[in-house]
């Protein structure tokens, strides 16, 4: 399809969705799974999931009661303008003004500068009637920061921009990926004006007198929109990368390559060890970012029901995690979901392999909702204070608590002696604590020989980041071993997760295995041993292999790929598909007269002359 067409049948796809949430007897996550699964990505996703979200968090009662019922009745179609050509990740740094002039009652939004012009918000470009915009608000002069206000962007008859707004989308995006079917937009100010009672202030407010009257609780709950989606997109990675698996798994029990003994059968690429160990943790990955994710839904929960009761204690931490494991998760499933396509050799790279896709629409989650490197750093911001804390008496707690232990973990040596041992969780618990434990001390040392403590942290960014990565690597591994600890229903099924735990913990050792013998978190000695109990996990895990992923109830439609069908009939569905493509219409392709046949005719005139 063209980019219009794609466009257009993304629409079709959600104003059909929206009319079965209407018509069918759903409850509400069987609504809201099909406005995402039937949406993705598209407007609807991000009016429920960005425009809703933020009149609920930030909209005071009477706003809320003004605009929910024409969003839940998507009467007006919404989206969240934060981003600028100019910022994206330093939304203190929106240039975008909304200034109040006490004549009017009004606010006057503007966009001083190129670079002011909001740039990237899903569904501006084209669909959306109204937006969540962030902007500086400005009273009597002064400047106090970035707020949120809800605009409407266009005619509600003709659907035309209002005037005093510039708008459309921002072009075709990464690959021919279905992204390219959302309207990333672009949106100009020209001196627009607002009523005050379109400021979203429960958070903040400004008086009729242009009084601007501050929160009396933390700003940062302005970005709390981004906290929730940043916590369902470690779920979303857990999906992705079982996609991907799920592929990639069934497809190698399918492929034979080399091996056959004197004419017989070859042998199946999942048997050959490196295939293993390419695949198998991404199997283990899938799992454990399922598992983490049902963790981080609860802990978002929790801290969401702590500030309707303006409890922020654990504020921090939710901030911490869901920035910190977003940014993991979705890093690794990108990897993953390319990994898979090369584990699948050359038939991984055509279209109908779904690979490809998959990933043109994935990896902007690297992006979006937080720059991974960015978040990261807030991690690491976080662990950090909790370091500089530490004997000062404040008990850490969360997924900190294990730095309460610092005087042990610094100390103690992994008392690994058999390859068995690394199939106990106590050990395997305390070499990722005590590795994650010793970075940050390292970074926390090497800050105070810093008179400017910003400086050294700008200095020391990237190792900042890997003790970051080695606190969330954590947070999955023991949310992975609390969940085996749970009931777990089904013969043998705990068997195959404690193997998958442990590929998933044990392949983390290998792969930052400089982490673990720099901080004598472990002896080579050991990682030895890990490896070798690895391989055996490799084999236990191998005859069950196909049904991990088939547990994953993918239906042929969803996983779209011809590789990845349920009944393994692989090569006669890639000539089926091929024979479907345009190019196949005609035995002779176009261009041949105007083209080819000049050239090969040349070439043979002059190999008469
Ligand atoms: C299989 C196919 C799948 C397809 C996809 C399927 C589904 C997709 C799922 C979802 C898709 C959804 C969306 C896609 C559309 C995307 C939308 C967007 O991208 S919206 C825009 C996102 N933008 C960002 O995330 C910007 C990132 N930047 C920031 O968040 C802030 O600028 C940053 C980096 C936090 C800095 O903020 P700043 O105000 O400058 O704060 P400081 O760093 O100075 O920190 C001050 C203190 O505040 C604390 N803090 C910061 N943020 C938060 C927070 N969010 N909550 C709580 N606390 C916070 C910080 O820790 C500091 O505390 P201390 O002073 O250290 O105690
Ligand atoms: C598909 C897609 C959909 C999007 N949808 C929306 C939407 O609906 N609404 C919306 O508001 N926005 C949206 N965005 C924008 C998105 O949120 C931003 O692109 C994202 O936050 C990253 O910000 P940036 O582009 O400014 O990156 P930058 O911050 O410019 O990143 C560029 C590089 O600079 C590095 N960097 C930046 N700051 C630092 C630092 N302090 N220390 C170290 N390194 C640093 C980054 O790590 C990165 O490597 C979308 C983006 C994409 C790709």
Same mark, same amino acid.
């Given at each position: ?352 392999? !779904?690979?490809? #896709? +998959?990933? @043109?629409?994935? %990896?902007? &989650? ?7 490197? /960015? ?80 400086? !050294?942290?700008? #200095? +020391?960014? @990237?190792?900042? %980041?890997? &003790? ?7 947070? /999955? ?133």
């Amino acid at each position: 399809m063209t980019r219009k067409e794609l466009f257009k049948n993304t629409l079709r796809k959600s104003v059909h969705a929206w009319k079965l949430i209407n018509e069918l007897p759903l409850s509400d996550d069987e609504s809201l799974m099909l406005r995402h699964f039937m949406d993705q990505p598209g407007f609807l996703d991000l009016h429920w999931r960005m425009f809703v979200p933020a009149i609920k968090g930030q909209g005071t009662e009477e706003q809320k009661q003004k605009w929910l019922p024409l969003a839940n009745k998507m009467q007006i179609i919404g989206c969240y303008a934060q981003t600028e050509l100019g910022h994206g990740s330093n939304v203190q740094g929106l240039e975008t003004t909304a200034t109040f002039d006490p004549q009017t009652d009004q606010f006057i939004l503007h966009s001083p500068t190129q670079t002011s012009s909001k740039w990237w918000p899903g569904g501006l470009g084209k669909v959306s009637t109204h937006a969540v915009i962030y902007a500086r608000l400005i009273t009597d002069g002064k400047d106090h920061g970035v707020h949120g206000f809800i605009v409407q962007l266009r005619n509600m008859d003709d659907h035309s921009p209002l005037p005093g707004i510039t708008i459309g989308d921002i072009g075709v995006k990464f690959g021919n990926g279905a992204y390219n079917s959302m309207d990333n937009g672009f949106l100009m100010f020209d001196k627009f004006c607002i009523p005050r009672d379109q400021m979203l202030m429960r958070l903040s407010k400004v008086t009729r007198e242009g009084k601007y009257v501050p929160s009396d609780v933390p700003r940062q709950l302005m970005y709390g929109t981004m906290v929730s989606v940043r916590q369902t997109i470690v779920s979303n990675a857990s999906i992705a990368m079982a996609r991907a698996v799920c592929i990639a798994t069934r497809y190698s029990a399918v492929r034979r390559q080399f091996g056959s003994q004197n004419g017989g059968i070859e042998t199946q690429v999942i048997d050959y060890k490196t295939q293993q160990n390419r695949l198998f943790p991404l199997l283990a990955s899938a799992y454990a970012f399922r598992f983490v994710g049902e963790w981080l839904k609860w802990l978002y929960t929790d801290v969401t029901q702590r500030l309707e009761a303006s409890d922020f204690a654990t504020l921090p931490e939710a901030h911490a995690c869901t920035a910190g494991l977003k940014s993991m998760t979705t890093s690794a499933t990108s990897d993953g979901i390319e990994e898979c396509r090369k584990l699948c050799g050359g038939h991984g790279y055509l279209w109908c392999s !779904g690979l490809p #896709e +998959l990933f @043109a629409v994935y %990896v902007p &989650a690297c992006t979006y909702e937080g720059d991974n490197v /960015v978040l990261q750093l807030q991690v690491a911001r976080f662990l950090m204070k909790t370091v500089s804390q530490l004997g000062s008496g404040k008990a850490p707690a969360g997924t900190t608590a294990y730095m309460g232990r610092a005087k042990h973990l610094l100390q103690c040596r992994s008392s690994i002696r058999k390859a068995e041992d690394w199939l106990n969780p106590a050990m395997v618990l305390e070499t990722f604590e005590a590795r994650a434990l010793r970075m940050a001390v390292s970074c926390a040392n090497n800050l105070s020989k810093f008179e400017n403590q910003e400086q !050294g942290f700008s #200095e +020391l960014l @990237a190792d900042l %980041v890997e &003790a970051a990565i080695a606190h969330c690597q954590l947070i /999955v591994v023991s949310k992975f071993i609390v969940k085996l600890e749970g009931e777990i229903k089904g013969k043998g099924v705990k068997n195959q997760l404690k193997n998958l735990c442990y590929i998933y913990a044990l392949h983390l050792i290998h792969k930052h295995l400089g982490d673990f013998l720099s901080t004598n978190s472990i002896t080579s000695e050991q990682a030895s041993l890990a490896n070798h109990q690895l391989r055996s996990l490799y084999t236990q895990v191998r005859p069950n292999a196909v049904a991990l992923v088939d547990a994953f109830d993918y239906t042929d439609h969803y996983l779209g790929s011809v590789l990845g069908r349920y009944d393994g009939n692989v090569y006669p569905k890639l000539f089926e598909e091929a024979l479907k493509d345009p190019l196949n219409d005609t035995v002779v392709p176009d261009g041949y007269h105007e083209y080819i046949r000049p050239l090969i005719k040349q070439h043979l005139r002059s190999a008469r002359l």
